[in-house]
């Protein structure tokens, strides 16, 4: 009971500090101490009670209840416009004539080399003669895949990597499937997420499989100054990284070590 009351004043202190705030922003101001899903309940028992809530630009926005909408909509137009900027800055990237859906999928690549790992496959659902099949069969479009698959010569052990670089966490059904295809093509599961919740993780470790969690949301370059500085003070967790982040080789050094 004390914890409960805990998370929901946790929550009402930080709208308030904030203002207003959209769901996903809360979780994520919260995280390192409340996971996701159980700020998502309690967003629930708060609404009409100590929140007001609406649904505007696409999100589902918080406030003081004792605060009329009027008096917080241009925070939320500064944040939205923020996210918005966000959601259409490129992801992709190209180098050397190779592509990455990601720009992080490119630096988790050069990470793992620093650290030690042989990359011997990208964006594959095919190693060692094997073909992932998911278990509803193939469906139009290209099937799932791993991002890497690297080499331990140390250990003559074979990694799947998976890169998760977003604001929530891994979906059920892509950890299901990410954890599936690594057993069918008979590797082990590297999970390298921002953020994950801590039963995810447990299935990972539970199999043999390791995980490195990097908190930050990570931006292509070059990205706006004048976004980033707002973003940056807002509180939420962006960087833009123009080479390999140190703390990643150690992560993936400290990992390799584990498996």
């Known amino acids: 009971m004390f914890l409960s009351s805990r998370i929901e004043a946790d929550i009402v202190e930080t709208v308030k500090e904030k203002k207003v705030v959209y769901q996903r922003e809360l979780q994520v101001y919260l995280e390192d101490k409340y996971s996701h899903w159980d700020v998502y309940n309690k967003l629930k028992n708060l609404e009409g009670v100590s929140l007001r809530s609406r649904s505007y630009r696409g999100r589902k926005w918080y406030w003081p209840a004792e605060v009329v909408w009027s008096e917080v909509r241009e925070t939320a137009d500064m944040v939205a416009g923020l996210m918005e900027v966000c959601a259409r800055h490129p992801r992709k990237y190209e180098y050397l004539g190779i592509l990455y859906l990601d720009y ?27 073909i992932y099949v998911p278990p509803t069969g193939r469906g139009p479009g290209r099937p799932p895949d791993l991002d890497f698959i690297a080499n331990i010569p140390e250990k003559r052990l074979f990694i799947g990597v998976q890169v998760k670089n977003q604001l929530r966490y891994p979906r059920p059904e892509d950890l299901d499937m990410f954890l599936d295809m690594c057993q069918s093509l008979r590797v082990k599961p590297l999970l390298v997420a921002r953020m994950a919740h801590e039963m995810q993780l447990k299935r990972i470790r539970d199999i043999g499989g390791g995980f490195v969690i990097f908190k930050r949301w990570i931006l292509k370059p070059p990205f706006p100054r004048d976004v980033f500085q707002k973003l940056v003070e807002r509180g939420l967790p962006v960087a833009v990284y123009t080479r390999v982040p140190g703390f990643l080789v150690n992560r993936l050094l400290e990992v390799k070590r584990l498996f």
Request: no cysteine; proline share 0%; charged share 20%.
């Open 104 to 130: 992080m999928e490119f630096l988790v690549e050069r990470a793992l080399k620093q650290a030690g790992y042989v990359v011997v496959a990208k964006d594959t659902y095919y190693f060692n003669g094997v």
